[in-house]
């Protein structure tokens, strides 16, 4: 049993309720579960428990508006449901490794009020992230890059838009690879939380492929059957393949068909019990014994 749409329901309501009380019972009820059972599922689902997600947060939505507005700390303290500006100060400093007012001096001087993630077309070309490159149909037609307005946690989150693409057949894509050695013969999660903005049409999704030596496609997943479109706050996605025991080498990534922004932040892989259903897309069909449906007369199931 997948219990992923009942966490994304909740997250769905924390993210519109973040400057509101919100109570880990009342999240319970409303994905249907007793708070215990639910408590159990979120944490194993996103990686935190109900409470470190919703102050994680609700500062990462303070550490943008002490960058991009003038609101007193204070105010902002009280908006996102600290107690009082000393408490909010701990908590902020443990996570951002500085008391707000110096993030707001220092990392307002960085950034020299500009937001970073509206780069000109120029210096979209350039954009360079450790780890990641940039690739697809149209590349050129995309810029990656890191955001540091737009952020699910941390400092900053990674973003794909397009800039000239005028179709939903062209696409980019952000990705990595890697060598499959340590999952071989596992089935595995990948997951991230997502943000999408004006995707239409085309779809915004994160997306994962497991390759054999010879570049055989074994399992394949790019959310074809479930995508993200339009406009959607954070939430959190997954991806779960097998890694046979022929597999080579494992490739990951976001992807932007047409126009719109996806951000991506929080990527993590897991091994996963075999009771967690994989989303495998099929790739190749079963040989049949003899040729069917030759009038094209029988619907698919």
């Given at each position: 049993?997948?219990?992923?749409?009942?966490?994304?329901?909740?997250?769905?309501?924390?993210?519109?309720?973040?400057?509101?009380?919100?109570?880990?019972?009342?999240?319970?009820?409303?994905?249907?579960?007793?708070?215990?059972?639910?408590?159990?599922?979120?944490?194993?689902?996103?990686?935190?428990?109900?409470?470190?997600?919703?102050?994680?947060?609700?500062?990462?939505?303070?550490?943008?508006?002490?960058?991009?507005?003038?609101?007193?700390?204070?105010?902002?303290?009280?908006?996102?449901?600290?107690?009082?500006?000393?408490?909010?100060?701990?908590?902020?400093?443990?996570?951002?490794?500085?008391?707000?007012?110096?993030?707001?001096?220092?990392?307002?001087?960085?950034?020299?009020?500009?937001?970073?993630?509206?780069?000109?077309?120029?210096?979209?070309?350039?954009?360079k992230?450790?780890?990641?490159?940039?690739?697809?149909?149209?590349?050129?037609?995309?810029e990656?890059?890191?955001?540091?307005?737009?952020?699910?946690?941390?400092?900053?989150?990674?973003?794909?838009?397009?800039?000239?693409?005028?179709?939903?057949?062209?696409?980019?894509?952000?990705?990595?690879?890697?060598?499959?050695?340590?999952?071989?013969?596992?089935?595995?999660?990948?997951?991230?939380?997502?943000?999408v903005?004006?995707v239409?049409?085309?779809?915004?999704?994160?997306?994962?492929?497991?390759?054999?030596?010879?570049?055989?496609?074994?399992?394949?997943?790019?959310?074809?059957?479930?995508?993200?479109?339009?406009?959607?706050?954070?939430?959190?996605?997954?991806?779960?393949?097998?890694?046979?025991?022929?597999?080579?080498?494992?490739?990951?990534?976001?992807l932007l068909?047409?126009h719109?922004?996806?951000?991506?932040?929080?990527?993590?892989?897991?091994?996963?019990?075999?009771?967690?259903p994989?989303?495998?897309?099929?790739?190749?069909?079963?040989?049949?014994d003899?040729?069917?449906?030759?009038s094209?007369?029988?619907?698919?199931e």
């Amino acid at each position: 049993m997948s219990y992923h749409p009942a966490v994304q329901k909740a997250i769905e309501y924390i993210e519109s309720s973040l400057e509101e009380k919100l109570e880990g019972e009342e999240l319970a009820v409303l994905a249907g579960f007793s708070f215990h059972h639910f408590h159990r599922i979120f944490q194993r689902e996103t990686g935190m428990t109900m409470s470190a997600y919703i102050r994680s947060r609700r500062l990462a939505s303070a550490a943008s508006a002490l960058l991009y507005t003038d609101e007193r700390i204070l105010d902002l303290a009280l908006r996102f449901g600290f107690e009082s500006q000393e408490a909010f100060g701990r908590a902020f400093k443990k996570i951002y490794g500085l008391p707000p007012a110096r993030y707001r001096r220092w990392m307002g001087g960085i950034l020299t009020g500009e937001d970073t993630s509206m780069q000109t077309e120029q210096n979209s070309m350039q954009s360079k992230i450790k780890g990641w490159f940039l690739t697809g149909s149209h590349p050129f037609h995309y810029e990656m890059g890191i955001d540091r307005k737009h952020v699910h946690r941390g400092r900053g989150s990674g973003y794909l838009k397009s800039v000239m693409a005028d179709s939903p057949e062209q696409f980019g894509t952000m990705m990595q690879a890697f060598r499959a050695d340590k999952y071989r013969g596992k089935r595995i999660r990948l997951s991230a939380f997502v943000k999408v903005q004006n995707v239409e049409p085309g779809f915004a999704a994160l997306w994962m492929r497991v390759d054999a030596a010879d570049g055989d496609v074994l399992q394949f997943d790019n959310m074809a059957n479930r995508p993200l479109t339009g406009t959607l706050d954070w939430n959190h996605y997954a991806i779960v393949l097998d890694v046979p025991s022929q597999s080579d080498n494992i490739s990951f990534g976001a992807l932007l068909s047409g126009h719109g922004q996806i951000w991506v932040d929080g990527f993590s892989f897991e091994e996963v019990p075999d009771t967690v259903p994989t989303t495998n897309l099929e790739t190749s069909g079963t040989l049949q014994d003899e040729p069917v449906n030759l009038s094209f007369e029988d619907e698919e199931e």
